[in-house]
């Protein structure tokens, strides 16, 4: 895959997240003594340096944040073969053309200049 392809297909799988969405229920007990189950409530999960990090997530939002998970995946796969095309020409010790021109990135400053 061509480095012009794998940036274009990076920028269609954005928006995009990483980690896990579970459902979860709520069990209680009735007047009755019946127990019921109450939800879902929906939990998006992920580990952070090490550390698991939960968000819940309203039942409405569920679908677009499953959507954005998918999209993670794949982006996840694209930033694999990204490392593979700059790796390849470092590890045979030449530089690799490419069509696409990259804007030098500038480091974020609260103060415009």
Not at 99 to 110: C, E, G, I, M, Y
């Amino acid at each position: 895959m061509s480095l012009d392809t794998i940036i274009s297909n990076i920028l269609k799988a954005i928006p995009a997240r990483r980690g896990r969405l579970f459902e979860q229920y709520y069990t209680s007990t009735g007047k009755d003594g019946k127990a019921r189950k109450i939800g879902p409530y929906f939990v998006l999960t992920r580990s952070v340096n090490g550390k698991t990090m939960s968000e819940r997530i309203k039942r409405e939002d569920a679908p677009q944040v499953r959507e954005e998970l998918a999209r993670g995946k794949t982006l996840a796969v694209l930033i694999e073969k990204l490392w593979e095309v700059a790796e390849d020409p470092a590890k045979s010790g030449r530089k690799k053309n490419s069509s696409v021109k990259l804007k030098a990135l500038r480091p974020h400053s609260s103060q415009n200049p």
